[in-house]
């Protein structure tokens, strides 16, 4: 079945710092997903990518797709206290009827 | 619009019991997924649901089983609860069917099991 790996797993950075995540997949994707959940709170919609080299930009966070298709990065420029929690990137091989798969997710935590 | 609704929140079963969470998606939304998350095993996909009919199903025992109304809400049903079960249930509801489309989360249901 379809997987994908995130890494890293953990990242303790010092508020003001950046922080990039990954998400890598062993066969073509049709789109990514990147989702953000709080502690304690449920995983909110950040952003989709669809098309090959794709660079979306959100205020500090940049979300690229690779060319290939096959991975995508989620990059933090100068970290606050408002980015702590945990951001998965969900994939689906196929557009239309197919379920997202979930990373595991990369768990963000900042140091004021 | 009102987001998605889950009930109860939290809720304690013990082992062998069944319980039933219920979720009730976003206003228009005819899809209903249901998520596992624990610790360990990160965001598992249990089943999906557009117009009452099971779309998708995720490897799960048969002892998780679902289903969804006229009216697009959906329970999920859990018997002989298990250790292992405690977990957040999340349920997302989306416009269309498929998993390309966005995932709106309720704020899910908390199970332990004892």
């Known amino acids: 079945g379809q997987q994908v790996m995130q890494i890293p797993q953990y990242q303790h950075v010092q508020e003001g710092e950046d922080f990039t995540t990954y998400c890598n997949s062993s066969t073509t994707l049709s789109n990514i997903q990147w989702y953000k959940q709080r502690p304690g709170g449920h995983p909110v919609f950040l952003i989709q990518l669809v098309k090959s080299g794709e660079v979306k930009k959100q205020k500090r966070l940049t979300f690229q797709f690779g060319e290939a298709k096959k991975n995508s990065s989620l990059h933090i420029t100068a970290t606050q206290t408002t980015d702590v929690g945990t951001y998965f990137c969900?994939?689906?091989?196929?557009?239309?009827?197919?379920?997202?798969?979930f990373g595991k997710g990369t768990r963000l935590s900042v140091i004021a | 619009k009102a987001g998605v609704t889950q009930t109860p929140r939290y809720l304690i079963k013990t082992r062998g019991q069944q319980v039933t969470l219920s979720c009730s998606p976003i206003s228009g939304h005819r899809s209903v997924s249901w998520y596992q998350q624990t610790p360990g095993q990160g965001l598992q996909f249990l089943f999906e649901?557009?117009?009452?009919?099971?779309?998708n199903k995720g490897n799960f025992p048969g002892r998780f089983s679902g289903r969804q109304f006229s009216n697009s809400r959906s329970e999920m049903n859990v018997s002989t609860l298990e250790l292992g079960d405690s977990a957040l249930y999340l349920c997302?509801?989306?416009?269309?069917?498929?998993?390309?489309?966005?995932?709106?989360f309720g704020p899910g249901t908390r199970l332990t099991v004892l």
């Open positions: 649901y557009f117009s009452e009919t099971q779309r």
């Open positions: 997302a509801s989306n416009l269309l069917a498929g998993g390309a489309d966005t995932q709106y």
């Open positions: 969900a994939v689906s091989r196929n557009s239309g009827n197919t379920p997202l798969v």
